[in-house]
């Protein structure tokens, strides 16, 4: 499983559907959907391992495994 | 003139007397086997590298009689029932607050049956280990541990008939996914050696613990007019003394005979109060901060007092001078006392229709008191509470990753961030850990931990049903009638009308 961690908002969430073959941009979608947060998916913010994530690369190009911790800051 | 052969005083042959008894009763009932080999008897692995040269030297520091514990305990079953009646005749629950009756169904439930649990951890020494003496005192814990569950199970009797939410309370403890951390800690003392499990329950949880659940909580659970749970806690905490004594007294002949056995000592000290604290804590924090209606003293005030001060202060002062330093991972503890009611009152709000009792925003008052002893409180989970009271959906049953170890969400913080750890793969499979300590404590024996999995590995395996009215259902824990918000206004999961 891949969960999302978003600073002061432990434990982190799970994104359901979400595989290291997912599109960055499918990422920030299902991001706010676990969150219930409204709101443009352009405007959250991923990283893993430190690195910032793209729209158009999946995951799996950043190193991201079948179990892993994605950072993500959404725009309150 | 005749000289008169010097007499033994009637004192000193009196005590003579009774050791030399206690000693036929006791110890000299560790016969020589004939039928298998000793070492089949008392397997060697179940002292687990303790250095002792002699375990018939090994001394019980209560010498005591099977016939006068009975009386002992006959006396103190009486004055708790008598408490009991008369409560009951006054219908007492109706008058206690109703924040705190909440509270009890959870708590008694999962005190009531790890009583039980650990009646089976001391039945296990009494069997196991390797020193008479030990096997003795710990048959006699057995059954104080015994009572205490029967008196458990005696009050959630009187409390089913009165209210709901106080039933099932063994198919709770055995199921709930609320009660997995404390589970797998109590089998963790079971499958332990004799040693480290009286490590882990007379010295730790008996000393370190008791005196927080069974002396300051009973005082805050007064304070809220809940006099007869608040007698059935003292009642317990009387039995406690003695199981106090034969921990410490296990540690000190264990330091004296042999300076190799400091290590392995300090070393379950280390683990013991960290995973002791991971589930006695996260329970008992959010009674002393949100359950109580009428506050008495904080949890982290009541930590500090009587676990950090009374506990470790007491301990490292008796045994210091063998060696023994303060538990590695306290720092941990005193770095999380300053979020931990807090997050976890939070965890349980968002999931409160997956519980068996009522859940409840702090009012105004209780904003103004946990911002006053936690000062921090408002940036921690003020804006969450706002939220709340705005009506912000923050309802939350999706699935969190849960620590391999403790088996609790990871959902803790310190003042460098997310204390989670994970991934870690281990041959093939992926584990997580709320925190370092729990992380360190599996890697030091990993083929004792790796096999077990969290409620979460079990969904994702296929094992459990992902949706949660499902996943409740197979569990034989979904009772739509309970859990939810006890000031709801739509009255549906409103207040059951106790209370003042």
Known sequence: MIYALVPDE??????????????????RVAVLEAFKEPGDPGAVSLSFNGAALDNGKSLSEYGVEPHALVHAVLDR | MSTRPSRVGVQEATQQNIKDQYKDFTRDLGWEPSYVPKEEMYPPEHAEGVHFSDWDKFDDPFRLFYKDYVKVQEKKEESLHMVFDHAARYDYLSRVEATWLEGMKLFACGQGQTEYETCKDHMAIARYSPAPALRAASLYQSIDELRHAQNYAHYL?????????????????????????????????????PFEAIIAANVVLEIGFTNLNFVALPAVGAANYEYAWSQLQ????????????????????????????????????????WRLYRVDALGGSIFFDYFAKNKVMSYKEAFQKYFVDDFIGGLVADLGPYGIKEPAYLEYMLDDMDQLSHVVWKYLYQRKDMLWFKM???????????????????????????????GRDVANAGLVPV?????????????????????VELEGRNYWFCSRPCREIFMNEPEKYKGAKTIVDLVLDGAMPDDPDE??????????????????????????GHGH
Request: net charge negative; hydrophobic share 35%; charged share 20%.
């Open chain 1, 10 to 27: 432990l434990p982190p969430r799970a994104l359901p559907g979400v595989s290291p073959e997912s599109s960055v941009g499918d990422v």
């Open chain 2, 403 to 423: 620590c391999n170890l403790c088996q609790v969400a990871c959902m803790f913080q310190d003042d460098q961030g997310p204390m989670i750890e994970g991934p």
């Open chain 2, 157 to 193: 009797r009187y409390a089913n008939r009165k209210l709901p939410g106080f039933s099932g309370w063994a198919t709770l403890f055995q199921n709930h996914w609320l009660y997995q951390g404390i589970r797998h800690c109590f089998e963790d003392i079971l499958t332990a050696n």
């Open chain 2, 360 to 390: 409840f925003q702090p009012d105004d008052e209780d904003r103004e008191w946990l911002t006053e002893k936690y000062p921090e409180w408002p940036q921690l989970v003020g804006r969450f509470w706002d939220d709340v009271a705005g």
């Open chain 2, 234 to 273: 003292l009642t317990t905490q009387s039995d406690e003394t003695r199981h106090m004594a034969i921990g410490q007294s296990m540690m000190r002949t264990l330091l004296e005979e042999d300076s190799r056995n400091l290590p392995i000592i300090q070393g379950w000290l280390d683990k013991w109060t």
């Open chain 2, 471 to 496: 996943f409740l259902k197979q569990l034989g824990i979904n009772d739509p009638g309970l859990g939810g918000d006890l000031f709801a206004p739509d009255g549906v999961n409103g207040n059951n």
